[in-house]
């Protein structure tokens, strides 16, 4: 791969519906709630989904009470699974191998997940100090996807990421290092519901933090560091989150911004946010 190409843009790492089967749509339970309007078990397809595999209200899945649906990201592992795992053959196709397929499914979404926070940080210049770790754990990682269903179902994802997680982190340190003044270090913290409004967080971890509903209108979070946070909820209207390390598109989709909300050019704005 060439030094100018981008990790974390590769097609393998970007949701592609045209070459699942489905999978988020059958093999995922949801429960009735704020979330989704509608009990559902795992294995059994949600009632819009179509004989293509499409979905049937995916421009209205908000106005019909699916919230969850929209804030759902495989980062590719649909169509690994379902083109690579399973060579092309849907569940509906071999019903024998639907059980194995949507056991699958959710070990390859956790690794691509992996995946993807490696990729984001080989994209880091200053992390060049661990890039060639995190090259070798990134080409490990993808090989295992591409793997048998047998292999696949006992893979032990906890202990994959805590061999890759000490690189992430100090990739993140080394990005963070050249934000000037002191960082302030709020990883794993509960902020749930806090106000900090305008709050000055460039360069900050907020690894593993909980900010549901936390107000961070206005808020600099530049460089912030956001791997695994919280932000169901959370007040980003206004606030400026260019460059924020390991943010993915889902955690966007879970918040509130609005017209006003910055964020980094590889990531969508919500079309859900206010204008």
Known sequence: MSERTSYAAQPDLQADCGNCFGLCCVALPFSRSSDFPVDKSAGTPCGNLQEDF?????????????????????????????????????????????????????????????????????????????????????????????????????????????????????????????????????????????????AKLRGASLRGALLIAADLSGSDLRDADLIGADMRDTNLCGADLRGALFLTQPQLNAARGDARTKVPQSLERPPHWAD
Not at 56 to 78: E, K, P, S, W
């Open 54 to 198: 499409g979905c049937g209200i995916h421009r209205r899945l908000r106005d019909q009470g699916y919230n969850g649906c929209t804030v759902f990201d495989c980062f590719g592992a649909g169509q690994k699974v379902s083109q690579v795992t399973f060579k092309g053959v849907s569940w509906r196709e071999e019903p024998d191998s639907a059980r194995a397929m949507y056991e699958v499914f959710p070990v390859v979404r956790q690794l691509h997940e992996l995946l993807k926070y490696v990729a984001q940080a080989l994209d880091l210049p200053a992390a060049g100090p661990v890039h060639g770790d995190l090259r070798r754990a990134y080409e490990r990682l993808d090989a295992l996807t591409r793997d048998t269903a047998e292999v696949l179902l006992a893979v032990d994802v906890d202990a994959l990421r805590g061999e890759v997680n000490p690189l992430l982190l100090r990739a993140s340190e080394l990005a963070r290092a050249a934000v000037p003044g002191r960082k302030k270090n709020h990883r794993g913290a509960h902020l749930m519901g806090s106000r900090l409004r305008g």
